[in-house]
Nanobody, 116 residues
Framework: VQLVESGGGLVQPGESLRLSCAAS????????MSWYRQAPGKGRELVAA????????KFADSVKGRFIISRDNAKNTVYLQMNSLKPEDTAVYYC??????????WGQGTQVTVSS
């Protein structure tokens, strides 16, 4: 299993970013996927998850209404559209396989920094 996250960067509060996670080594189209984040000095938390065909999603309360998770099974890629970013969204973002908890080794993550 390989998960490669990309799309992070430095943005100002209120701006948007779209993260991508390219997956390989397993049957992506049959797998729920999720995004996690880890802020400095804090544990890793689930941000969003999506079922295998995208029929169901869930979000952490802190990002509801601002983040959108989606997937393209033809490209083996899951996305996280992050809007109205806040400084507290600053973290390293990771994707993983599963809807309720991570099930595979972590990738390298992508850094998101929200700062004016």
């Amino acid at each position: 299993v390989q998960l490669v996250e990309s799309g992070g960067g430095l943005v100002q509060p209120g701006e948007s970013l779209r993260l991508s996670c390219a997956a390989s080594g397993f049957t992506f189209s049959s797998s729920a996927m999720s995004w996690y984040r880890q802020a400095p000095g804090k544990g890793r938390e689930l941000v969003a998850a999506i079922t295998s065909v995208g029929g169901s999603t869930k979000f952490a309360d802190s990002v509801k209404g601002r983040f959108i998770i989606s997937r393209d099974n033809a490209k083996n890629t899951v996305y996280l559209q992050m809007n109205s970013l806040k400084p507290e969204d600053t973290a390293v973002y990771y994707c993983n396989v599963g809807f309720r908890w991570p099930t595979v080794d972590w990738g390298q993550g992508t850094q998101v920094t929200v700062s004016s």
